[in-house]
T-cell receptor, first 115, second 114 residues
Framework: GAVVSQHPSRVICKSGTSVKIECRSL??????MFWYRQFPKQSLMLMAT?????????EQGVEKDKFLINHASLTLSTLTVTSAHPEDSSFYIC???????????FGQGTRLTVV | AQKVTQAQTEISVVEKEDVTLDCVYE???????LFWYKQPPSGELVFLIR??????QNEISGRYSWNFQKSTSSFNFTITASQVVDSAVYFC???????????FGAGTTVTVRA
């Protein structure tokens, strides 16, 4: 079964609104969570790394004020796309590491469409 | 610089044919991990394999097999006797030691026709 639960799977929002995406680790503690973005027919690109209880680390070119990441507990990390625009439409997917860091588990992904 | 290169954008085969997906990686680390993931149309990523840099043994899992060659920095993936359900995008990824972030290749879209 899934070890990382991501919600929602699909969301359509109006331009200018904010959208929150949740990622929960099931049955284990996720100290670190990675957030990736995938544009249509493209690869996954790492956006940021969030560590429980501290500020997220953003990859070059990713606006931290636009993509707010909160990792307040060991089982929940959230990504909020603020003031969304059509160009933010993408597939967002979270990932965390198994105990011992031997495997990366991915959430089911969230397909965001901004209209 | 691109760390993972999947030169094949799309591959189309007829059912029961074998298909090999190429993956070439680049890293300065001596310890690293290589992965293959399958992404069906639903979008979720399905883990297929993880291999660390010290284990060059080839692996077979059912119809899937992997050929890891450090000398050529390649980690190729073969699907034997392909089936329609194998149709998906396949990603090769690299994680460097102490980092655990995944650098993905561009992906190869495999279409298996009945």
């Amino acid at each position: 079964g899934a070890v990382v639960s991501q919600h929602p799977s699909r969301v359509i929002c109006k331009s200018g609104t904010s959208v929150k995406i949740e990622c929960r680790s099931l049955d284990f503690q996720a100290t670190t969570m990675f957030w990736y973005r995938q544009f249509p027919k493209q690869s996954l690109m790492l956006m940021a790394t969030s560590n429980e209880g501290s500020k997220a680390t953003y990859e070059q070119g990713v606006e931290k004020d636009k993509f707010l990441i909160n990792h307040a507990s060991l089982t929940l990390s959230t990504l909020t796309v603020t003031s969304a625009h059509p160009e933010d439409s993408s597939f967002y997917i979270c990932s965390t590491l198994s105990t011992g860091n031997t495997e990366a588990f991915f959430g089911q992904g969230t397909r965001l469409t901004v209209v | 610089a691109q760390k993972v290169t999947q030169a094949q954008t799309e591959i189309s085969v007829v059912e029961k044919e074998d298909v090999t997906l190429d993956c070439v990686y680049e890293t300065r680390d001596t310890t690293y991990y290589l992965f293959w993931y399958k992404q069906p149309p639903s979008g979720e990523l399905v883990f297929l394999i993880r291999r660390n840099s010290f284990d060059e043994q080839n692996e077979i899992s059912g119809r899937y097999s992997w050929n890891f060659q450090k000398s050529t920095s390649s980690f190729n993936f073969t699907i034997t006797a392909s089936q329609v359900v194998d149709s998906a995008v396949y990603f090769c990824a690299l994680s460097e030691a102490g980092d655990y972030k995944l650098s993905f290749g561009a992906g190869t879209t495999v279409t298996v026709r009945a």
